[in-house]
């Protein structure tokens, strides 16, 4: 996958340091990204012009040479580990096989991401490493821009996250409605677990995995981030919010349906209708230039002028509006930029979600959520599914 690392390059000149430096696996998205290499365990990074990678066993660094984008892979032992352990100990070891695979490259001051193990900063600062602490996230900053081959990507993981809503959606149709309003199918209670199950196992089947994700009914749909559990009601809105990770690119996808079986409560067709007039704003305020600020700021005009409460109009209400219109995805689910009241400026190749929504536990939860990219003249639609409440 190309990328582009000048704005890295800049940072390095501009904070005064020779290279850039992560010690994590790889389910740190900054050390994916920048080492191009997928592993369970720690090993360090180092971008100076050029990507190099340290290994503290010999386990990984085989498929390291084949499949990372370094241009060097070395390993502890390529810096006398052991005769170092012999002369300072297990612990001090590493510290300084770390300083010797920095001087190798001439490097004597290092960034090192928001979040860096302070054993790793303490130890190559006794060695004489200046280590300085990049607060904004560079690498995170960049990967807010996506290549064409990255968008492909969120693409692929999109189309799995359909057929995913799909198979959940069926189950709502296919269900009846019991004497208590709760649904059923095959005799039995229709429960979020049940629905979560399918949604799971489509995904498996096109490629992708999640750990969880939200079938929420009622009050527990009044929760943004509740997961939901148990009976699912004909009387209550459901929301079915899934956000699946490919599990061969990691890349994610986002989106969200609420569903009604039957006709929906007055108020629940009223906030459904008025979430995607919101939507719809967002969407018309959505072109590179304009800033998530901005984007958040047309989603609240309309519940506020409609009568809803909104955390920009009043920071302590629990209900209306209750939280940003979206946030970007790829390699974390969430990540740069943000459509929210601290969102700035949007670029093409940023991939953000559209996602407004009002919660009340009185009512249930009512949200509508598209994926999509920014583009030189508005933004694409990257979500082929439906809107719509009833079932």
């Known amino acids: 996958m190309d990328r582009d690392l000048s704005a890295l390059d800049a940072y390095l000149d501009d904070a005064g340091v020779d290279g850039y430096l992560i010690d994590a696996d790889s389910e740190l998205s900054d050390q994916y990204y920048l080492s191009g290499f997928d592993a369970p365990d720690p090993f360090v990074t180092l971008y100076d012009g050029e990507t190099h990678l340290l290994f503290p066993r010999s386990l990984e660094f085989g498929r390291a040479k084949r499949e990372s984008r370094a241009d060097t892979v070395e390993r502890y032992v390529d810096f006398d580990h052991q005769s170092k352990i012999e002369d300072h100990g297990t612990d001090e070891a590493v510290s300084y096989v770390l300083a010797d695979f920095l001087g190798s490259y001439d490097v004597d001051s290092v960034a090192v991401p928001p979040r860096f193990p302070l054993r790793t900063a303490d130890g190559l600062r006794a060695r004489d490493i200046e280590v ?39 189950l709502l149709a296919a269900a009846t409605i019991a004497a208590d309003d709760t649904l059923e199918l095959d005799g039995e209670a229709l429960t979020s677990e049940r629905v979560k199950e399918e949604i799971e196992v489509t995904l498996l089947r096109n490629g992708c995995s999640l750990d969880e994700t939200i079938v929420a009914c009622g009050a527990d749909a009044a929760d943004p981030h509740d997961r939901g559990s148990g009976p699912l009601s004909a009387t209550e809105p ?9 599990k061969e690119t990691k890349y994610h996808a986002d989106m969200t349906r609420t569903f009604s079986k039957g006709e929906p409560s007055e108020t629940v067709r009223e906030w459904y209708d008025l979430t995607e007039r919101a939507m719809d704003a967002a969407f018309e305020a959505l072109e590179a230039g304009a800033t998530g600020e901005g984007v958040h700021d047309a989603v609240c005009d309309v519940y506020e002028e409609a009568g809803q409460p909104t955390l920009r109009d009043d920071e302590r209400t629990e209900t209306g509006f209750i939280h940003s219109t979206g946030h970007g995805v790829g390699l974390d689910v969430h990540e740069l930029p943000r459509l929210s009241p601290t969102g700035g400026d949007l670029e093409p190749g940023h991939v953000v979600t559209v ?8 009512v249930g939860g009512v949200r509508i959520e598209d994926i999509v990219v920014v583009t030189a003249d508005g933004y694409e639609n990257l979500t082929d599914y439906e809107r719509h409440l009833v079932v």
């Open 132 to 170: 300085t602490a990049d607060t904004d996230g560079i690498v995170t900053e960049i990967r807010a821009t996506k290549t064409d081959a990255e968008l492909e990507h969120v693409r692929a993981a999109q189309r799995a996250n359909e057929a995913a809503m799909a198979a959940a959606e069926d």
């Open 238 to 246: 459901i929301i079915v919010d899934i956000f699946p990770r490919d």
């Open 355 to 362: 996602e407004p929504g009002l919660y009340d536990p009185a």
